[in-house]
Every structure is written in structure tokens, then in C-alpha cells.
């Protein structure tokens, strides 16, 4: 996924940080967003947000959660005006026993094309309150926008699905990667050729690392995997490892951030890496400033992100060229 316009090569300086606004006026409310571009469009999806955060009591960690909303769609053809696009994926309310129930967890949604069978595809991590269900769920559209009906949801091989994120690559394969084995380990899982199921191919990568929120991108025929550590909605220091072959071996590297506050990501956890234009080698490093006590409230990081010698730099909103 490149672009190459003129409205696009501007966006290489394109930086958020704080609130996001539709062209309505409206707060944009799409967290652990991810990005889809189709013909000459971006659709922006991610989490609904809305109402009151509470802490989930007899947790042994601090487990802050908002209703499920669902998963919203705004789009654009410049990344800077945003059109609401309406609700993508509904949740129910009223049916705990139902995955998109507003009392449990829908995060993380990601959405593909596939162009043999001409449908769009999202992926969504599902759970409940104590994230002890960790599955897997996916969706269907004729539209990139939605309606999305939701398919249903499952542990890929028997393996827990946490936070997650889709990578389509130049092939036309689809892979899911998401934290799995109580987020000890991120699992690579090759899709089905409809990108509806996991096949049994799959590689578990970054063992005993702990880590959440990937955002893999491919450079250059290289593959580059960000994540945050797990510290809940606290920010902590972003690693990427980078591979030659996506079903491995990955290789763990450093922290792609550099300058103040690199240490927490400059106070943000990662959710998806845009390609922007081909042959530059840039990209938009998105992640999501969480407030944790107020989730509604949860703010958007977006910085440029250069990848130089197979080196990732992300630079902080101060330091980078607005
Ligand atoms: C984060 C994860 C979020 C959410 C949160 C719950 O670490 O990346 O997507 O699941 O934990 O505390």
C-alpha cells in the first residue's frame, strides 16, 4: 500500500498529536486504529470509546475498561480531513454471551482487500473483562466502509489472540499477528486465500518478550514488526525486530524512537505504521496516547517514521520537521 500524489507526498510531514477532528466538527473516536487505502481513499477504522471508564474489580492488574462500541470508519484522500463514515462494525448490547457485546472487548480492528473475491476483511481482537478469552474475530463487506456482519470469532490453532494487527503482503497473502500464550509470545498466522481463517501456518516469534500493539510494515523486502511492552494503558519504551522472511526468523532490535521521552514512546503505545509513498521509504508511525481513567478521552499520536539502512528512526513531535 503506497501512495504517490502530490496531496500525499505533503503528508510525509503530516504529524497529530493530541485530539483528532472530523469534518464535521466531531471528535474522531478510533482508537487502536488501523489504515486501509482503496482507490485513491483512506479509511481510518478503530475502537468507539464512549462512556464511563471503570476498573475492573479482583483484577491483579489495573484493568480499566469503557463499553465496547463498536468500530468506527471515517475517511480521506489527503489524511488530514477526515469524513465520518459511520459505525463499520455494530456492537449489541443486552447479550453478554454475544463477542461484540458493549460489556465485552472489541480492540484492535484491521481491515484488507481481498481482490479475488473483491471483499474487505477485518480482523478484531475479542474479549471479555478479564481478557481471559483472548480470541480472534472476523468481519465481512462489500464496502470498504461497511456495514461490516461479523463472521464470528476463534483462538487461530488453539493460540490466544490479544492485541493484533493484519499485514497483506505484495503476494496477495494475508497474515494475522497477534500477542498470544498470555502476551509471552507474538504468534504470525498465514490466513486462508479468502483471509476469513487461519490456516495451521503459523510461527511464534519474540518468545518470552512480552509484548503488545504490533504494527508490521515491509520495506525494501524487509519486514518490520513495532510493539510496545504489556504495561496495560501505561506507555512504555517501542521495540521493532525486522525479518527477511515474515514467516521468520525475526530478530529483535532496539527502540525505533529517538529524542525526549523515547522511553515511553513519547508517552504513546504503537497501533499501526502507513506506508506513504514508494521508494522514500516513509511512513506514518500511528499509536495512541491513552488516558486511562477517562478512555473516551484517549488522545492520537501520528509522527513520521523513516526507516534508513534497515534502521527505523521515529523522531518526537519537537524534534521533527512540522
Ligand atoms: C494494552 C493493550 C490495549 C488494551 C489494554 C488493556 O496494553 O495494548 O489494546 O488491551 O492493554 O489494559
Given at each position: 500500500?503506497?501512495?504517490?500524489?502530490?496531496a500525499l507526498a505533503?503528508?510525509?510531514?503530516?504529524?497529530?498529536?493530541?485530539k483528532?477532528?472530523?469534518?464535521?466538527k466531531n471528535?474522531?473516536?478510533?482508537?487502536?486504529?488501523?489504515?486501509?487505502f482503496?482507490?485513491?481513499i483512506?479509511?481510518?477504522?478503530?475502537?468507539?470509546k464512549?462512556?464511563?471508564?471503570w476498573?475492573?474489580?479482583?483484577q491483579?492488574?489495573?484493568?480499566?475498561?469503557?463499553?465496547?462500541?463498536?468500530?468506527s470508519?471515517y475517511s480521506s484522500?489527503?489524511?488530514?480531513?477526515?469524513?465520518y463514515?459511520?459505525i463499520?462494525?455494530?456492537p449489541v448490547?443486552?447479550?453478554q454471551a454475544n463477542?461484540?457485546d458493549?460489556?465485552?472487548?472489541?480492540?484492535?480492528?484491521?481491515?484488507?482487500?481481498?481482490?479475488k473475491?473483491?471483499?474487505f476483511v477485518m480482523?478484531?481482537h475479542?474479549d471479555?473483562n478479564d481478557?481471559?478469552?483472548?480470541?480472534a474475530?472476523?468481519?465481512?463487506s462489500?464496502?470498504p466502509a461497511?456495514?461490516?456482519s461479523?463472521?464470528?470469532s476463534s483462538?487461530p490453532n488453539g493460540?490466544?489472540?490479544?492485541d493484533?494487527t493484519l499485514?497483506?503482503?505484495?503476494d496477495g497473502?494475508?497474515?494475522l499477528?497477534?500477542?498470544?500464550?498470555?502476551n509471552?509470545?507474538m504468534?504470525?498466522?498465514?490466513?486462508?486465500?479468502d483471509?476469513?481463517?487461519p490456516?495451521?501456518?503459523?510461527i511464534r516469534?519474540?518468545e518470552?518478550q512480552?509484548r503488545e500493539?504490533?504494527?508490521?510494515?515491509?520495506?525494501?523486502?524487509?519486514y518490520y514488526l513495532?510493539?510496545?511492552?504489556c504495561?496495560?494503558?501505561?506507555a512504555n519504551?517501542?521495540?521493532?525486530a525486522?525479518?527477511n522472511?515474515?514467516?521468520?526468523k525475526?530478530?529483535?532490535?532496539g527502540n525505533?524512537?529517538?529524542?525526549?521521552?523515547?522511553a515511553?514512546?513519547?508517552?504513546s503505545?504503537?497501533?499501526?505504521?502507513l506506508?506513504?509513498?514508494?521508494?522514500k521509504?516513509?511512513?506514518i508511525?500511528?499509536?495512541d496516547r491513552w488516558n486511562?481513567?477517562?478512555l473516551e478521552k484517549?488522545?492520537?499520536?501520528w509522527l513520521?517514521l523513516?526507516?534508513?539502512n534497515?534502521?527505523?528512526?521515529?523522531?518526537?513531535?519537537?524534534?521533527?520537521?512540522r
Amino acid at each position: 500500500m503506497f501512495f504517490k500524489t502530490d496531496a500525499l507526498a505533503q503528508a510525509s510531514n503530516l504529524q497529530v498529536d493530541g485530539k483528532l477532528y472530523d469534518t464535521d466538527k466531531n471528535l474522531i473516536n478510533a482508537h487502536g486504529a488501523g489504515m486501509l487505502f482503496h482507490k485513491g481513499i483512506y479509511y481510518l477504522f478503530g475502537e468507539i470509546k464512549k462512556g464511563t471508564t471503570w476498573e475492573v474489580p479482583n483484577q491483579n492488574w489495573e484493568d480499566y475498561r469503557v463499553p465496547a462500541g463498536g468500530v468506527s470508519c471515517y475517511s480521506s484522500t489527503d489524511l488530514k480531513h477526515w469524513k465520518y463514515q459511520g459505525i463499520a462494525l455494530s456492537p449489541v448490547t443486552g447479550d453478554q454471551a454475544n463477542d461484540l457485546d458493549t460489556g465485552r472487548v472489541i480492540e484492535r480492528p484491521k481491515v484488507i482487500y481481498n481482490s479475488k473475491t473483491k471483499k474487505f476483511v477485518m480482523w478484531v481482537h475479542i474479549d471479555k473483562n478479564d481478557y481471559g478469552y483472548a480470541h480472534a474475530g472476523v468481519a465481512i463487506s462489500d464496502k470498504p466502509a461497511g456495514p461490516y456482519s461479523y463472521l464470528g470469532s476463534s483462538r487461530p490453532n488453539g493460540q490466544m489472540a490479544r492485541d493484533m494487527t493484519l499485514f497483506k503482503d505484495d503476494d496477495g497473502k494475508a497474515y494475522l499477528i497477534y500477542a498470544s500464550e498470555n502476551n509471552m509470545t507474538m504468534q504470525i498466522c498465514l490466513l486462508s486465500d479468502d483471509y476469513l481463517s487461519p490456516t495451521t501456518k503459523y510461527i511464534r516469534i519474540l518468545e518470552n518478550q512480552h509484548r503488545e500493539a504490533p504494527a508490521l510494515f515491509k520495506w525494501q523486502k524487509k519486514y518490520y514488526l513495532i510493539t510496545s511492552l504489556c504495561s496495560g494503558w501505561d506507555a512504555n519504551p517501542a521495540k521493532y525486530a525486522t525479518a527477511n522472511n515474515i514467516m521468520g526468523k525475526w530478530e529483535q532490535k532496539g527502540n525505533p524512537c529517538i529524542g525526549k521521552d523515547s522511553a515511553t514512546t513519547f508517552n504513546s503505545q504503537s497501533t499501526y505504521v502507513l506506508p506513504l509513498y514508494k521508494n522514500k521509504g516513509a511512513f506514518i508511525f500511528m499509536a495512541d496516547r491513552w488516558n486511562k481513567t477517562n478512555l473516551e478521552k484517549s488522545d492520537y499520536l501520528w509522527l513520521p517514521l523513516t526507516v534508513t539502512n534497515g534502521k527505523i528512526e521515529i523522531k518526537s513531535a519537537e524534534t521533527s520537521v512540522r
